[in-house]
């Protein structure tokens, strides 16, 4: 009866403060802490956004943070510079990919009153370090642009359970993070990586995870042959700690869910990786059956007389179409219905189609035009192999497609910036088959290659800044294309591939499509 009193005297009034999740949704909040009642029975993410309810700004200009001064900052949070809800950057669920925030909790046995508030003393630097001091914001940067591609490390606000985190773990962290910065402060942390990475004598499933990251970092900055130890190094750490093993991650895991769950993505980060140097950077691979379908693909490369393959080529040609035709309906779509990318089906979804390339662009006649023959990094270069001339169209035909779907992945209107550094390899694979095909007949079918040819350029221009490797691929590229051009004005050798399209002379004498940067002879 009291209650019923209360509730006509007192109208209930609006909360004052409302979670991030219920904003966005624009749905009203309850204000409930530590979890507000909409969140509770979603089981979704509950966040508050402190409030600046009486803060004074300073009328002095606040100095931009660098990472080579000197100055001591006060130590920060890790969602500091990016949880704000005005922030131009968002942290994404950092969960399990493409699955729900609240279901991938379920599945590690957590709900979200289970989440420890981050202790920034995890990321305490040791009093003997060379790190500037206050650069812990360079966890943000790598957690907003990095981890959703290579996710191996616990979501942000999952991080105390594996503490204390190791010095090399965290200098790699730190050295991946400041390619991010408007700063130009990356190489400042290589060498105490260096360091780090030799003082940390035991092995153990951080070093693992170090090396690892370090090695995908590395081949980015085009230091392929360092990345490559590094990756050596890890799965050789890795195989002798039994990290292949089913039992390893729930043994050492310690019936934490959280550290079995990075014990788990880490050896299949390694099995992935493996298989991408491989492909790649033609390193004969180090674990067995690593990227199953890509490694049969370039075993198969090795082979010169295609008769004696049988059914192979048609098996693993089957193997991929099937895969996408098994997708779970939810991993249809690379794109969520907010408009985010599900990372690593972005990534698998490179790797099939440079699969494709590789299995279907040695038996087509694409090989035998000029352009199969630069050397470009990234691009493997494999033999034209003897297959029958009524395929050799085939072939063709399915390299191309498989090369324009990765230019499909590079259209998606996302940030470039998120995707793996790997991606850069597969955007070179395709623009070497779509110069293959201008080469084959380019009067007939320049325009879409163009198109796709000037998108990829675009995009490798928008990882200049980011990763080096970018930069010297897409010189290269664009030194091809000018010659792929000259050639194309010839009279074609082979039967075309598609329906006529636009003459070229008339823009055979310029290169403006190709972009800005100076062409080097």
């Given at each position: 009866?009291?209650?019923?009193?209360?509730?006509?005297?007192?109208?209930?009034?609006?909360?004052?403060?409302?979670?991030?999740?219920?904003?966005?949704?624009?749905?009203?909040?309850?204000?409930?802490?530590?979890?507000?009642?909409?969140?509770?029975?979603?089981?979704?993410?509950?966040?508050?956004?402190?409030?600046?309810?009486?803060?004074?700004?300073?009328?002095?200009?606040?100095?931009?943070?660098?990472?080579?001064?000197?100055?001591?900052?006060?130590?920060?949070?890790?969602?500091?510079?990016?949880?704000?809800?005005?922030?131009?950057?968002?942290?994404?669920?950092?969960?399990?990919?493409?699955?729900?925030?609240?279901?991938?909790?379920?599945?590690?046995?957590?709900?979200?009153?289970?989440?420890?508030?981050?202790?920034?003393?995890?990321?305490?630097?040791?009093?003997?370090?060379?790190?500037?001091?206050?650069?812990?914001?360079?966890?943000?940067?790598?957690?907003?642009?990095?981890?959703?591609?290579?996710?191996?490390?616990?979501?942000?606000?999952?991080?105390?359970?594996?503490a204390p985190i190791p010095p090399c773990l965290q200098a790699v962290v730190r050295f991946i993070g400041a390619h991010y910065t408007l700063d130009p402060s990356a190489d400042l942390y290589r060498d105490s990586v260096v360091?780090?990475?030799?003082?940390?004598?035991?092995?153990?499933?951080?070093?693992?995870?170090?090396?690892?990251?370090?090695?995908?970092?590395?081949?980015?900055?085009?230091?392929?042959?360092?990345?490559?130890?590094?990756?050596?190094?890890?799965?050789?750490?890795?195989?002798?700690?039994?990290?292949?093993?089913?039992?390893?991650?729930?043994?050492?895991?310690?019936?934490?869910?959280?550290?079995?769950?990075?014990?788990?993505?880490?050896?299949?980060?390694?099995?992935?990786?493996?298989?991408?140097?491989?492909?790649?950077?033609?390193?004969?691979?180090?674990?067995?059956?690593a990227s199953r379908i890509l490694k049969r693909t370039l075993d198969l490369g090795y082979v010169i007389d295609d008769y004696q393959l049988g059914d192979q080529v048609e098996s693993i040609d089957a193997s991929i179409g099937?895969?996408?035709?098994?997708?779970?309906?939810?991993?249809?779509?690379?794109?969520?219905?907010?408009?985010?990318?599900?990372?690593?089906?972005?990534?698998?979804?490179?790797?099939?189609?440079?699969?494709?390339?590789?299995?279907?662009?040695?038996?087509?006649?694409?090989?035998?035009?000029?352009?199969?023959?630069?050397?470009?990094?990234?691009?493997?270069?494999?033999?034209?192999?003897?297959?029958a001339s009524s395929t050799n169209l085939t072939h063709a035909v399915k390299s191309i497609k498989a090369a324009n779907d990765l230019a499909a992945l590079a259209a998606l209107r996302t940030s470039v910036i998120k995707h793996?550094?790997?991606?850069?390899?597969?955007?070179?694979?395709?623009?070497?088959?779509?110069?293959?095909?201008?080469?084959?007949?380019?009067?007939?079918?320049?325009?879409?290659?163009?198109?796709?040819?000037?998108?990829?350029?675009?995009?490798?221009?928008?990882?200049?800044?980011?990763?080096?490797?970018?930069?010297?691929?897409?010189?290269?590229?664009?030194?091809?294309?000018?010659?792929?051009?000259?050639?194309?004005?010839?009279?074609?050798?082979?039967?075309?591939?598609?329906?006529?399209?636009?003459?070229?002379?008339?823009?055979?004498?310029?290169?403006?499509?190709?972009?800005?940067?100076?062409?080097?002879?």
């Open positions: 009866m009291s209650n019923t009193v209360n509730r006509s005297t007192n109208p209930v009034r609006p909360a004052p403060l409302a979670c991030l999740e219920c904003r966005r949704k624009h749905l009203k909040c309850d204000g409930g802490t530590p979890v507000c009642g909409r969140c509770r029975k979603a089981q979704s993410d509950c966040q508050y956004t402190p409030s600046r309810r009486g803060y004074k700004p300073s009328s002095k200009p606040s100095a931009a943070p660098s990472t080579v001064s000197g100055t001591p900052r006060p130590e920060r949070a890790i969602v500091s510079p990016i949880s704000s809800a005005q922030s131009p950057f968002s942290i994404p669920s950092l969960t399990m990919p493409g699955i729900p925030p609240s279901q991938s909790l379920d599945r590690l046995g957590l709900t979200s009153t289970d989440r420890p508030s981050l202790n920034p003393n995890i990321f305490a630097l040791p009093s003997n370090s060379s790190y500037p001091q206050g650069d812990d914001f360079l966890f943000d940067y790598y957690y907003a642009f990095f981890h959703d591609a290579h996710p191996i490390l616990p979501p942000a606000h999952l991080l105390p359970r594996i360091s780090e990475l030799a003082a940390a004598n035991e092995p153990s499933f951080y070093k693992v995870q170090a090396l690892l990251l370090l090695s995908i970092v590395l081949h980015a900055r085009n230091e392929r042959s360092d990345a490559v130890d590094s990756f050596s190094t890890a799965v050789e750490l890795a195989l002798g700690m039994g990290m292949n093993r089913a039992s390893f991650a729930s043994t050492l895991g310690e019936n934490d869910p959280v550290r079995i769950e990075t014990l788990r993505r880490t050896w299949w980060e390694l099995y992935m990786v493996d298989g991408m140097f491989s492909a790649f950077d033609q390193m004969p691979s180090r674990i067995n059956n099937s895969w996408f035709h098994h997708l779970p309906i939810s991993k249809r779509n690379i794109l969520g219905p907010d408009g985010t990318v599900d990372q690593l089906l972005f990534r698998a979804h490179m790797i099939i189609n440079c699969a494709l390339i590789y299995l279907h662009l040695p038996r087509s006649n694409l090989l035998a035009t000029p352009t199969a023959v630069a050397s470009i990094p990234c691009a493997r270069r494999g033999l034209c192999i003897a297959a793996s550094p790997f991606f850069i390899c597969g955007l070179v694979l395709s623009a070497i088959v779509q110069l293959c095909a201008c080469s084959v007949r380019a009067s007939n079918c320049l325009e879409p290659r163009r198109d796709r040819i000037a998108l990829i350029v675009g995009e490798l221009k928008s990882l200049n800044a980011t990763w080096a490797i970018s930069q010297l691929v897409m010189k290269q590229i664009k030194l091809v294309a000018r010659e792929v051009l000259e050639i194309g004005v010839q009279q074609p050798i082979f039967p075309a591939l598609e329906d006529q399209g636009p003459d070229i002379s008339s823009i055979i004498s310029s290169d403006m499509w190709l972009g800005d940067i100076p062409i080097e002879q």
